[in-house]
């Protein structure tokens, strides 16, 4: 095991977090229209990665050297890894083509490895079969999450790298459209998104000792939440559709319907839905399971997270959700990761890209800027 990489990228941390914690008020966005034949997706995938080649090029090197990609590499090399890759590579690919050659085309448009490419959109999956304990280790964890029927807050954590490299895909595809927050070289959407129907989602990243190889990809299982049409499809989609490769935790909203519910999903067919209407009590969710019972790691950012927030008085407003959201008071391990928490000694190694509010009432979506308890709106939509 490399413990090496997990002291790296906390001294890496330390060097450069403090300037690198700061959110941009502007970020780049995407816009396209395309069909829905296998060659729309590719073109829609190589005009996505031309445009930001330059950033996906150093998110692959990076991620080799510090990142997810840093255990996968090594490991397809291997028999077995390569054994395991093909295998994947084949059943998302008869599952998913038009994603498959969404990314296909990405590798072309930015001049990458498509390999390369394909392994950082499944990394969660095979890093975990790579080597469980140092994925789990070096998993940078997205995000925590407070829901309030008719509200949905969310924090989008994510590694310092992804600050200035992420942005907004906001296209027109197979008959639709849709708007999300991306990671760099990933499929729309590893953060949030909605679309024309106005079903929109937030991940919250899951970590179960399970891991099935002829699973899906959470990655896909996201790209696919994008064209769901209503509420039912949405958690069919995030639950019974496709076998999950490993799990994670889905904030699911049908603004037509007002609906809101929390997903949690795991391999081999294991999920949980929980329902919120008025009256349900608010629910903070930061990396661990609450709903769903199974063996599964628990970080210690996690741990703190949970802690601070059951600490506090539950909210019954949007703004109390969001000043949770923006909590600090844990100097180690705090809710809200910024330059603040950086010089006051955070140790998660992470950085909170953006915060949004969901109200299923006013069919709004909200972006603040910087701490979400100062209320700096950002931008809003109208669904």
Not at 108 to 120: S, Y
Not at 224 to 231: K, Q
Not at 296 to 303: A, D, I, L, N
Not at 359 to 378: A, C, I, M, Q, S
């Amino acid at each position: 095991m490399n413990h090496t990489i997990v002291k790296m990228r906390l001294m890496w941390w330390a060097v450069v977090g403090l300037a690198a914690a700061q959110q941009p008020r502007e970020r780049r966005v995407f816009q396209g229209k395309y069909g829905d034949t296998v060659a729309e997706h590719t073109r829609f995938g190589r005009e996505l990665g031309a445009m930001f080649s330059e950033d996906i090029a150093i998110t692959l090197a990076t991620s080799k050297k510090e990142g997810t990609l840093s255990i996968i590499a090594p490991f397809v090399q291997t028999a077995a890894g390569r054994s395991n890759f093909s295998i994947m590579l084949k059943n998302h690919n008869e599952t998913f083509p038009n994603y498959i050659a969404e990314i296909a085309g990405m590798a072309e448009g930015a001049g990458v490895n498509f390999d390369d490419l394909l392994a950082l959109n499944l990394g969660e999956s095979l890093s975990t079969i790579a080597d469980p304990w140092l994925a789990r280790e070096t998993a940078v964890e997205h995000c925590s999450e407070y829901s309030l029927w008719p509200y949905n807050a969310h924090n989008e954590d994510g590694d310092l790298g992804d600050m200035n490299t992420s942005y907004w895909v906001d296209i027109d595809i197979d008959g639709s459209h849709f708007t999300a927050f991306v990671y760099c070289g990933q499929l729309p959407s590893g953060a949030f998104g909605w679309n024309a129907h106005s079903v929109a989602f937030t991940l919250n990243y899951l970590s179960p000792y399970a891991v099935d190889v002829h699973g899906i990809g959470r990655n896909f299982i996201s790209r696919d939440l994008l064209r769901a049409t209503n509420m039912a499809d949405a958690v069919r989609r995030a639950t019974v559709s496709h076998p999950h490769a490993t799990g994670h935790n889905f904030q699911l909203l049908s603004f037509s319907e007002g609906l809101l519910s929390n997903v949690e999903a795991a391999p081999h067919g294991l999920f949980k839905v929980t329902n919120f209407e008025k009256g349900t009590p608010a629910s903070f969710h930061a990396n661990s399971y609450i709903h769903l019972t199974l063996a599964q790691y628990v970080s210690e950012s996690s741990k703190h997270r949970l802690a601070r927030a059951a600490a506090l008085p539950v909210p019954s407003t949007p703004a109390e959700m969001l000043s949770v959201l923006g909590d600090q008071a844990d100097a180690a391990q705090p809710i809200f990761h910024d330059d603040v928490s950086t010089a006051n000694g955070d140790r998660s190694g992470m950085a909170t890209l953006t915060t949004v509010l969901f109200d299923l009432t006013n069919r709004t979506v909200v972006e603040y800027f910087g701490n979400p308890k100062n209320l700096d709106v950002l931008q809003t939509w109208r669904l």
